[in-house]
């Protein structure tokens, strides 16, 4: 197959990667067949860690390595989580392909997953770590949509500072079954424990302050 | 196939270090990126603070109107803008919102979505708009349920459905341009006469698929779980129908974002912000440019032009005026 990135994209995503601290580790589930968009996931991830001497990938299968399947909570392909430098899950995940605008979603999640400061105040982080609950955040993209990568990121940082929430980015067109079970019709679409709803991006106090309610 | 807002992220250590800047920008569209540009040029320490880099441009599939550049994806024209300003290293915070402003003497107070606050000897509201809504019934109840704002968002929702679009103006227009190859049909919608430019209008001659209802005005929108369709008043027969439709794309303009100041500046019936000539609002020292602004043509290059005013206003305003340290 030909590159997904060319040289152009490929030197733009470099130096958007060039704040990386520590290394990270994306781990990719696909499936031997009947997956259609598994094989170009595979290829983005490849193609980004040869950008970067810090990113490792593993491809796991979700139908053979229930193990890893189990660990980080996986339920359908392509999806990959990515890992901190202890090979740490903190409940940053990818449902689709981060194409189209959710590259920068996912440039994001990679250089802050690396240890850079996500620049929060005290105050925030303090309010954030005493969500004990167990959240689980899906936000329902699609890749034409330039407001949506604001809403993953700010749902990936809450994920990356509690370890108790979970945050993924679900391309909806790609999970259209899940997308129709939670009614999606205009993104970003955000669902909290499948229950709660918030449309639209929101700064990261407002989000916070929805999750102090469950 | 992928859409950068090419940009590292400012590590808002860089952005903390400096303890009060000459002048802080709030906004990233036209007005915002171009004022910084214009005040860095100066000499000035200046900074962004922005939600989304590019604001509007992000909404707009295509621009032709903005001279030099014809036909360029709105996008691109925004990369372009944030190149620019990049090369003269001007620090962006972005990704976050101001969330209050509040004058200490002559200064300002600056609070961040981060948690963080900032302090500037100048200030400039460059927050542009939000999309209008129509303000019937059901149009708040059935958003997300068929009812959206951003044509380019939530398209691929309406692959071979029956989307209305309400609008007469170039956003309208556009509007239906970008539906054409997902819906299977497009009803556009508008309570008078259309206000497109003629050589837009001229390109809905060529979409089979497209209705024209005009002088009809949208009553409420109708449905179960999804929306199913709205009630339109016909004016010239006075009656009312019902179309059914999968979709509403309503584009009908933009709502000043001006709720940060409105209640120290003068504004206009509209909230949208009083400026002299100089962009100053009505309390010395800060300034607003481009859609939050009273001028009555949204426009990109109306937009740049006053962020540019704006910047070499302040720049005066600092040697002359400001009496702080
Ligand atoms: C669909 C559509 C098509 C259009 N087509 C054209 C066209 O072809 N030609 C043309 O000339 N014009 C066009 N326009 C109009 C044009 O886009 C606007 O006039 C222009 O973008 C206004 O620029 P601005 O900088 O004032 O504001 P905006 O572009 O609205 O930018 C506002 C900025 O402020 C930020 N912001 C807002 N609130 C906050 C906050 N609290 N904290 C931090 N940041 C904040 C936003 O993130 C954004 O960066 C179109 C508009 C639309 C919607």
Redesign the interface.
């Known amino acids: 197959m030909a590159n997904l990135l060319n040289e152009e994209v490929s030197k733009q995503i470099k130096e958007a990667l060039s704040p990386m601290q520590n290394e990270i580790t994306m781990v990719l589930f696909t499936k031997e067949s009947g997956c259609n968009t598994c094989e170009e996931t595979e290829q983005l991830l490849t193609e980004v860690k040869a950008l970067n001497d810090k990113i490792s990938v593993e491809v796991k299968d979700i139908d053979k390595d229930k193990e890893d399947v189990e660990k980080y909570h996986i339920t359908d392909v392509p999806t990959f989580v990515i890992l901190d430098d202890n090979k740490k899950y903190k409940g940053v995940k990818f449902q689709g392909i981060p194409a189209g605008h959710e590259i920068n979603s996912f440039l994001s999640a990679m250089v802050f997953m690396s240890g850079l400061d996500l620049g929060l105040d005290q105050k925030i982080v303090e309010r954030l770590s005493k969500i004990t609950k167990p959240i689980d955040i899906k936000v329902f993209v699609t890749l034409s949509c330039p407001h949506c990568p604001g809403a993953v990121a700010t749902a990936h940082s809450l994920a990356m500072l509690n370890e108790n929430i979970e945050a993924s980015m679900i391309e909806a067109q790609t999970f259209q079954q899940l997308s129709v079970k939670h009614n999606v019709s205009g993104v970003p679409k955000i669902i909290i424990n499948d229950e709660f709803e918030l449309v639209g991006n929101h700064p990261i106090d407002a989000f916070l302050t929805e999750l102090e309610k469950i | 196939?992928?859409?950068?807002?090419?940009?590292?992220?400012t590590?808002?250590?860089e952005?903390d270090q400096i303890k009060k800047w000459d002048f802080l920008v709030v906004g990233g569209g036209p007005a915002g990126l171009n004022a910084a540009l214009y005040a860095k040029r100066k000499g000035l320490k200046v900074g962004i603070i922005v939600?989304?880099i590019?604001g509007q441009l992000?909404?707009t599939t295509w621009v032709d109107n903005y001279i030099g550049f014809s036909m360029i994806e709105g996008?691109e024209l925004s990369n372009k803008f944030l190149d620019h300003v990049k090369q003269l290293e001007v620090p962006i915070?972005k990704?976050?919102?101001v969330?209050g402003i509040e004058q200490v003497k002559q200064d300002f107070n600056v609070s961040v979505?981060?948690?963080?606050e900032y302090t500037t000897k100048t200030l400039l509201l460059a927050t542009g708009g939000e999309p209008r809504k129509l303000g019937v019934t059901g149009e708040k109840e059935f958003?997300?349920?068929?009812?959206?704002y951003?044509a380019?968002?939530?398209?691929?929702?309406f692959k071979d459905k029956h989307v209305i679009v309400a609008g007469g103006g170039n956003s309208a227009v556009e509007g239906v341009i970008d539906l054409v190859p997902w819906a299977s049909k497009i009803t556009l919608v508008h309570r008078s006469q259309f206000r497109a430019d003629k050589i837009l209008l001229d390109k809905l001659n060529d979409i089979d698929k497209l209705d024209i209802h005009l002088e009809t005005q949208i009553i409420s929108v109708v449905g179960n779980?999804?929306m199913t369709g709205i009630q339109a008043l016909d004016k010239h027969t006075n009656e009312k129908k019902l179309i059914k439709a999968d979709?509403l794309l309503i584009e009908i303009g933009t709502e000043a974002n001006s709720k940060l100041i409105k209640d120290i500046v003068e504004t206009n019936e509209r909230e949208e912000i009083k400026v002299d000539l100089n962009q100053m609002t009505s309390v010395p020292g800060l300034f607003a440019a481009g859609d939050v602004t009273e001028q009555p043509f949204k426009q990109i290059i109306i937009s740049a032009a006053e962020g540019a005013k704006a910047a070499l206003a302040v720049n005066q305003y600092l040697i002359q005026i400001y009496k702080g340290e």
């Open positions: 196939m992928f859409n950068f807002s090419i940009d590292k992220k590590q808002s250590s952005f939600n989304e590019g992000n909404n996008e915070l990704g976050v919102y969330q979505s981060n948690g963080k958003t997300n349920k068929g009812v959206t951003c380019t968002c939530d398209a691929p929702f779980e999804q979709g």
